[in-house]
Antibody
Framework: QVQLVESGGGVVQPGRSLRLSCEAS????????MHWVRQAPGKGLEWVAL????????YYADSVKGRFTISRDNSNNTVSLQMNSLRAEDTAVYYC???????????WGQGTLVTVSS | QSVLTQPPSLSAAPGQKVTVSCSGS????????VSWYQQLPGTAPKLLIY???KRPSGIPDRFSGSKSGTSASLDITGLQTGDEADYYC???????????FGGGTKLTVL
């Protein structure tokens, strides 16, 4: 069965960096795009980034453009999110999700919490 | 302020029907499929509807989706207490080259 397991969350000071990872299993990872979606405490879903199945195209929300970088390693079935210059407003649970058709996600991980605080 | 507009909350009695609306524009819903997600308290979102009106395997037919012009809706019939959750619509936004979500609708089954 499809499984997505995020890791790398934690507490980080404003301005610092953090790298999230998502390990995929149960499907042919190299054939699917992958999303990162976040949810601030008590708030709604906010899409963060999308990477195509082969890494050839990447898309970002305006709120993270220039600070976050999505990447993937198809040999290790992982997708990553490098987060630089973190701000308090980046505090959220970060979910990775499998893409279908570029506009919806059919499987989601359980999420990893990132807290940006001094 | 979300690109897609949903009512913040809805409530209905068990057994009743409820409709969650999602309003957008020509650059999103008007030209792209809509998906719907259910998020039960303390859990990750779950896909309910994709391509505006299709259900993934395992989703009961009590859940149905539709789209007309720049708006979409999610119907839930035969409401159950287990349907109490947050519901989100989502689609592609051409002007941003980004996925966008509605602000979410909290459904209470009284």
């Amino acid at each position: 069965q499809v499984q997505l397991v995020e890791s790398g969350g934690g507490v980080v000071q404003p301005g610092r960096s953090l790298r999230l990872s998502c390990e995929a299993s149960g499907f042919n990872f190299s054939k699917y795009g992958m999303h990162w979606v976040r949810q601030a405490p008590g708030k709604g879903l906010e899409w963060v980034a999308l990477i195509w199945f082969d890494g050839s195209n990447k898309y970002y929300a305006d709120s993270v453009k220039g600070r976050f970088t999505i990447s993937r390693d198809n040999s290790n079935n992982t997708v990553s999110l490098q987060m630089n210059s973190l701000r308090a407003e980046d505090t959220a649970v970060y979910y990775c999700a499998r893409d279908r058709s570029g506009d919806y996600a059919d499987y989601w991980g359980q999420g990893t919490l990132v807290t940006v605080s001094s | 302020q979300s690109v897609l507009t949903q009512p913040p909350s809805l409530s209905a009695a068990p057994g009743q029907k409820v409709t969650v609306s999602c309003s957008g524009s020509s650059s999103n819903i008007g030209n792209h499929h809509v998906s719907w997600y259910q998020q039960l308290p303390g859990t990750a979102p779950k896909l309910l509807i994709y391509e505006s009106n299709k259900r993934p395997s395992g989703i009961p037919d009590r859940f149905s989706g539709s789209k007309s012009g720049t708006s979409a809706s999610l119907d839930i019939t035969g409401l159950q207490t287990g349907d109490e959750a947050d519901y989100y619509c989502g689609t592609w936004e051409s002007s941003l080259s980004a996925v966008v979500f509605g602000g979410g609708t909290k459904l209470t089954v009284l």
